[in-house]
């Protein structure tokens, strides 16, 4: 049985920096973030493959967001700059246990317990 377990949410101001952590135990392949917002669907923020040789990010995160593994570590980070009041959300991160990195909820047979980021402007 795989466990997701974040850490590193927390307040920021607009334009400011967080970094959040997924430590994973057990066998994974692709992960991925996703957030929920208040009154909002869940949404893809960005994944990255088992090997860390592809990452992809929503158009809405490109550029201010990063996806990158620790080696030797089964823990994904998702460096989060330049953040806006709209990241405002609750942050899952999701794994699978296929290698293609995919988009859809659906796709992803384990989930953490989400991590709460607030942007105030």
């Known amino acids: 049985q795989v466990q997701l377990v974040e850490s590193g949410g927390g307040l920021v101001q607009a334009g400011g920096s967080l970094r959040l952590s997924c430590a994973a135990s057990?066998?994974?392949?692709?992960m991925a973030w996703f957030r929920q917002a208040p009154g909002k669907e869940r949404e893809f923020v960005g994944g990255?493959?088992?090997?860390?040789?592809?990452?992809n990010y929503a158009d809405f995160v490109k550029g201010r967001f990063t996806i990158s593994r620790e080696n030797g570590k089964n823990t994904r980070y998702l460096q989060m700059n330049s953040l806006k009041p709209e990241d405002t959300a609750v942050y899952f991160c999701a794994a699978r246990s296929g290698l293609e990195l995919r988009f859809e909820q659906s796709q992803y047979d384990y989930w953490g317990q989400g991590t709460q980021v607030t942007v105030s402007s």
């Open positions: 057990g066998r994974t392949f692709t």
């Open positions: 990255i493959s088992w090997t860390g040789s592809t990452t």
